[in-house]
């Protein structure tokens, strides 16, 4: 095949990917994909339902049960996983073309950070699982105990649409990894590039029925999948509303495993002795702005200390034009469009109710870029917001930052804990005790010193409180995916 270059040149397979083949939803229905870039109609999509979802599940289970994947020695899953790696790196440009039209990044971003993440969190945990050892306890010489990790079985995937690549890649990596079968519900509003990832895991040798794709509406073809009573493990990311739906779902039905990586609402607290202005600005509003704020991790809560908060917004300010949105497929673009107008009406309602809260809003606030028939904010701060207000307590998800100050060490601390999510957090200082200190008394999965955009696949990733339950990335995220079985062995020694 070649690779188209141009997204004129994309076609669209809307599909869904069953026991290898590619399917319309049993129904018949198809519901549409709208481009956020200018509106436009992309594909129509297979609308799956329970039908479609029993159909996948029970493929999935066949190919679980007969081994044709759990059973192949670690070190085959590997060579395959490695191939599926290469080939999205292969359809990079394809692939990133399609993501940005989908949902309305810049499709440098697409290409540079989502494509080349996803390959290589594929690549990482497929050469990963021929190097993790089993373990003996230190028993008795009566005995020999075996503890041993064995793939859960059925892993049922749903992802949100923020980052379609690297959220399914997070966990069908090291699912398919530990010999799992998957059945992956992408969101409905980007759909597209998990079909192509699972066409791409087929020509790489996975066998069919170990992942599938099944496309739909939350309710309609996510629910069935929580509820199934033949899944055994049901790993999400999305929204803490329905985060907690998932779990319900678990408990209502076969008390499978549920995993979920849920929403943020992350402090990032500078001191006036922060080490490095210029840096900490850059760092709070790059990475607010970063992916149209659609990050369940953007430090959306920007608490500065009172003696150089002017300092600070007059350099934030300097840097909003940079961030102007543009037209995604152009690669001087940084910011794209929001993924569709469901979305850019939600965040233009919290930007009106933050200036009915009474914050002072200093840049942006409007829709931009109406005449290309897409869905795009323009980069919003705003200042003088109470962490008792909505902005500040509601994830927003887009490009809306809230400024909040603070005096001292103790205050800024209770401020920046008094958030129902938990998911990340930043303290500037150059004191390292103070850094530190603080680092340990906020409640994050995630601290980041003097820095927000560290980030590798080594290490965990996931919330405290109602930021989820459970860690992506690492080694940490084979516990999700894998059961602890023991063995014990008696024995009676001759000698
Ligand atoms: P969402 O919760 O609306 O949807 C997520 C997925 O769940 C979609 O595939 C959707 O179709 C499905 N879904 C919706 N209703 C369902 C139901 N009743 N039963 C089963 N499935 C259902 O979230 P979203 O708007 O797609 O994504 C944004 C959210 O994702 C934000 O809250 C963001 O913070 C969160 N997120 C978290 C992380 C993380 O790692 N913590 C990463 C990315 C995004």
Redesign the pocket.
């Known amino acids: 095949m070649t690779i188209p270059t141009t997204a004129s040149e994309l076609q669209f397979d809307g599909r869904a990917l069953i026991n290898g083949e590619r399917v319309w939803a049993q129904s018949g229905q198809a519901f549409d994909c709208i481009s956020p870039v200018d509106g436009r109609l992309l594909t129509p999509v297979a609308r799956c339902a329970e039908a479609d979802i029993n159909q996948a599940v029970a493929a999935a289970r066949a190919a679980f049960e007969d081994k044709r994947w759990c059973g192949l020695a670690p070190a085959q899953r590997k060579r395959i996983m490695v191939r599926f790696a290469d080939l999205l790196l292969a359809h990079a440009d394809e692939l990133a073309l399609t993501e940005t039209l989908d949902m309305g990044k810049p499709v440098k971003h697409a290409r540079n950070v989502d494509v080349n993440s996803a390959a290589n969190c594929i690549r990482w945990y497929g050469e990963a699982v021929d190097k993790v050892y089993d373990e003996i306890a230190p028993t008795a010489s009566t005995a020999l105990a075996l503890i041993q990790r064995e793939p859960v079985g059925v892993v049922g995937v ?6 379609p690549m690297i ?1 399914a890649s997070w966990k069908i990596a090291p699912a398919l990894a530990a010999g799992n079968s998957v059945v992956l ?5 980007s759909p597209l590039t998990a079909l192509r990832m699972a066409d791409l895991a087929l020509e790489a040798g996975v066998p069919p029925g170990v992942f599938n794709v099944v496309t739909g ?3 309609e ?3 069935p ?2 509820l199934h009573m033949d899944v055994d493990c049901i790993a ?8 907690k ?2 779990h319900v ?1 678990a408990g209502q039905s076969n008390l499978k495993r549920a995993w979920t ?4 609402k992350s402090p990032n607290i500078v001191f006036a002795d922060c080490p490095d202005l210029d840096r900490a600005v850059e760092a709070a509003v790059g990475s607010i702005f970063f992916n149209q704020g ?4 953007a430090p959306s809560r920007l608490f500065v200390q009172d003696s150089i908060k002017a300092q600070f917004l007059a350099k934030a300010l300097a840097l909003v034009p940079a961030y102007a949105p543009g037209n995604p497929l152009d690669q001087a673009t940084v910011m794209g469009a929001i993924v569709d107008k469901t ?1 850019m009406d939600t965040v233009l309602r919290y930007i009106e109710r933050g200036q009915k809260d009474g914050a002072a809003l200093l840049a942006g606030g409007e829709q931009a870029r109406r005449e290309t028939g897409g869905f795009y904010v323009q980069p919003t701060i705003f200042d003088g917001v109470k962490n008792h207000m909505t902005i500040a307590r509601e ?1 927003i ?1 887009g490009p809306v930052l809230s400024v909040l100050s603070f005096t001292d060490t103790a205050d800024v601390v209770r401020q920046a804990n008094d958030s129902v999510y938990g ?1 990340q957090a930043a303290v500037w200082s150059r004191d390292i005790n103070k850094a530190l200190g603080v680092a340990r008394a906020l409640r994050a999965g995630t601290v980041h010193v003097n820095q927000y955009d560290e980030d590798d696949i080594t290490v965990p ?3 405290f409180k109602q ?2 339950v459970g860690r ?1 990335k690492s080694l940490h995220a084979f516990d999700k995916y894998t059961e602890t079985k023991t063995t014990w062995i008696r024995i009676d020694s001759p000698i």
Not at 185 to 189: A, F, N, Y
Not at 236 to 243: I, L, W
Not at 261 to 264: A, C, I, M, P, T
């Open positions: 749903i992802v949100p649409w923020n980052y959220m519900k992408p969101s409905e509003k509406l939350g309710p073809a996510g629910s999948l929580a999400f990311t999305g929204s803490t509303r329905v985060g739906q998932i779902m990586e849920l929403g943020g659609e990050s369940c991790n979305q994830e998800f998911l990733f996931g919330g930021s989820g992506d």
